[in-house]
C-alpha cells in the first residue's frame, strides 16, 4: 500500500504480506477501505499447541506464520523400583508441569502484551490444554477463542491448517452475531440507525457503537472539503449548499468508515447477510 502526497512531501510505503488487487485512488485523505477490507480476511491471531511437556506460540499475520516461543520441560515418566516413593516421584511431576505450565503463561503474557490480536487458539492432546486456560489471567482467558483436541507430535502444517480453519469459523460466527443484534435492535426499538442517511447522521453525532457494513458495498456521493458534510447518492452541486465549500465525489462507504474509525467506532464486515441488504447495506448499534 502506497500513500503519496506532492502538496505534502509524503510518500509512505507500507508491505503486504497478501496479494491485493491494484487500485489507484486520487483523494484528499488516505483511502482506508480496501485495507480494512483486507484487515478484516486476515486478522491476527496466536495458537498455541500444548501438551504435558511442550509448548509452541504462533503468530498467524495475514499469511505469514511466525513461531515465537517453543519451551520444553523433561518429564521422567514411570517410576522404577529403588527409586524414590511413589509419592514423593508423583508430587515432583506435578510440581514440573505446574512450573512448566507458569512458564508458557508467562511466555504467553510477555509475547502478546500491547500485541492486537483477534484470538489465541490453544490445541493439543490430552488434559494439557485444559490445565493451562485454567492457568491464564482473566485478560488472556478473554482472549481464548476455543480449545482443540488434536493428536500427539502434530506437525506445524497440521497445527495451523486446525488453527485456520477454526479462526474462520469465528469470523463467520462473529458477523452473524452482529447481524443478528442489530436484527433484534432495530425490531425491538433499542438505539440503532440503518441506511447510510441515518447512519450518517448517527456518526457525526458520535453516537455509533458498531458500525455493520456489507463487503462489497459501495454507495456513490459526495462531500463538501470545506465542512466535511456528506450527501448520499446524488451529484454533487457546484458548491455545497451548507458553507459553499467545493465538493468532490466519494464512495460514502468510505467516508462513513472513517468516521467510525474517527469517533471510536467497532466495525464489522460482512460478507453475506440478506437483512442487512434490505436495509440498504449498512446499519449501526448506538451508544444512545
Known amino acids: 500500500a502506497i500513500f503519496v502526497s506532492a502538496e505534502e512531501s509524503l510518500l509512505h510505503v507500507y508491505p503486504l504480506a497478501v496479494e491485493v488487487e491494484p487500485m489507484v485512488v486520487l483523494d484528499t485523505s488516505p483511502f482506508l477501505l480496501p485495507l480494512a477490507k483486507l484487515r478484516d480476511d486476515y486478522e491476527d491471531y496466536a ?7 511442550t509448548a509452541y506460540l504462533y503468530m498467524v499475520r495475514s499469511d505469514i506464520v511466525e513461531k515465537i516461543s517453543h519451551l520444553k520441560t523433561y518429564l521422567k515418566n514411570r517410576h522404577k523400583k529403588g527409586g524414590m516413593s511413589q509419592m514423593r516421584f508423583n508430587r515432583l511431576r506435578r510440581e514440573s508441569i505446574e512450573h512448566f505450565f507458569n512458564k508458557v503463561v508467562q511466555d504467553l503474557k510477555e509475547e502478546l502484551s500491547g500485541v492486537d490480536i483477534r484470538g489465541i487458539l490453544i490445541l493439543g492432546p490430552g488434559e494439557a490444554k485444559k490445565a493451562l486456560y485454567e492457568e491464564l489471567p482473566g485478560q488472556l482467558k478473554e482472549k481464548v477463542i476455543d ?17 485456520d480453519e477454526r479462526a474462520l469459523e469465528d469470523e463467520v460466527k462473529r458477523s452473524e452475531a452482529s447481524v443478528e443484534e442489530l436484527k433484534e435492535a432495530v425490531l425491538k426499538g433499542v438505539p440503532s440507525a ?12 458520535g453516537r455509533v457503537r458498531k458500525l455493520v457494513i456489507l463487503k462489497d458495498l459501495t454507495i456513490p456521493g459526495w462531500i463538501c472539503e470545506r465542512c466535511q458534510w456528506i450527501e448520499v447518492r446524488r451529484r454533487p452541486p457546484k458548491k455545497c449548499p451548507r458553507c459553499g465549500g467545493p465538493p468532490s465525489v466519494v464512495d460514502v462507504v468510505e467516508e462513513l468508515y472513517e468516521l467510525a474509525m474517527r469517533t471510536g467506532s467497532e466495525v464489522e464486515f460482512v460478507s453475506e447477510a440478506p437483512f ?8 449501526a448499534l448506538l451508544r444512545y
Open 147 to 163: 480449545l482443540l483436541d488434536t493428536e500427539s507430535d502434530l506437525k506445524e502444517e497440521e497445527i495451523i491448517r486446525m488453527g
Open 47 to 53: 495458537v498455541l499447541y500444548v501438551d504435558s511437556s
Open 276 to 283: 442487512l441488504e434490505g436495509l440498504g447495506g449498512l446499519g
Open 194 to 205: 440503518y441506511g447510510p442517511e441515518e447512519v450518517r447522521d448517527a456518526l457525526l453525532e
